[in-house]
């Protein structure tokens, strides 16, 4: 039987982050660099960020994303690790509820980088929601609190309909340690 999406194929599993943001009362998740806001049910399409006066500039001609020799695509990393590290390093918007982690699948076209890959299109697999800042809040790594019950903040995420855990955790290095000892499984959506 002929596929009847052709550009789907295979899809790879990465990990990245997200802060929650309340939009109207939903709970949605958004990119940390951008405010992109990942619809539910829907999937993810990257485009390139350099507008048209830029792409030149950096000596590239306008392009569909992800191209390689840009850094545009929705990016993933192939470790938990690394998106905690990655995510450590940039703010919780100011009026994000709270930042989780997760898999996300990742199709079309996908480029592979130095830590992972930069795709076209993408959609949530698996959401992992820290239960942070119960306790600790100075230690090393402290995970910030989430402004909403946990319970809340993983029952406003089933919208996505992909599986949202809770994770005990109080710094990244937790968070880290109980991610890689859970199984990765990545979970169906179908669209
Ligand atoms: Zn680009």
């Known amino acids: 039987m002929v596929?009847?999406?052709?550009?789907?194929?295979?899809?790879?599993?990465?990990?990245?982050?997200?802060?929650v943001v309340d939009l109207d009362g939903a709970l949605r998740l958004c990119s940390l660099a951008f405010w992109t806001v990942w619809l539910p049910r829907s999937e993810t399409a990257a485009t390139c960020r350099r507008t048209h006066v830029e792409a030149p500039l950096a000596g590239l001609p306008w392009h569909e994303a992800p191209r390689e020799s840009c850094s545009c695509g929705i990016h993933a990393t192939r470790t938990a690790a690394r998106t905690l590290e990655f995510s450590r390093g940039v703010p919780r918007k100011p009026d994000?509820?709270?930042?989780?982690?997760?898999?996300?699948?990742?199709?079309?076209?996908?480029?592979?980088?130095?830590?992972?890959?930069?795709?076209?299109?993408?959609?949530?697999?698996?959401?992992?929601?820290?239960?942070?800042?119960?306790?600790?809040?100075?230690?090393?790594?402290?995970?910030?609190?989430?402004?909403?019950?946990?319970?809340?903040v993983a029952r406003g995420l089933a919208d996505y309909g992909v599986p949202v855990d809770i994770v005990e955790a109080a710094t990244t290095g937790e968070l880290g340690r109980r991610l890689r000892a859970g199984p990765a499984r990545p979970a169906g959506y179908s669209r």
């Open 96 to 152: 994000a509820v709270h930042r989780i982690v997760g898999q996300v699948s990742l199709w079309g076209r996908v480029v592979e980088c130095e830590d992972g890959w930069r795709a076209s299109r993408a959609y949530p697999a698996r959401l992992h929601v820290p239960a942070a800042g119960t306790g600790r809040r100075l230690a090393p790594g402290a995970l910030a609190a989430a402004r909403l019950p946990i319970e809340t």
């Open 3 to 19: 596929s009847q999406a052709p550009d789907l194929i295979e899809p790879r599993i990465g990990w990245r982050a997200w802060d």
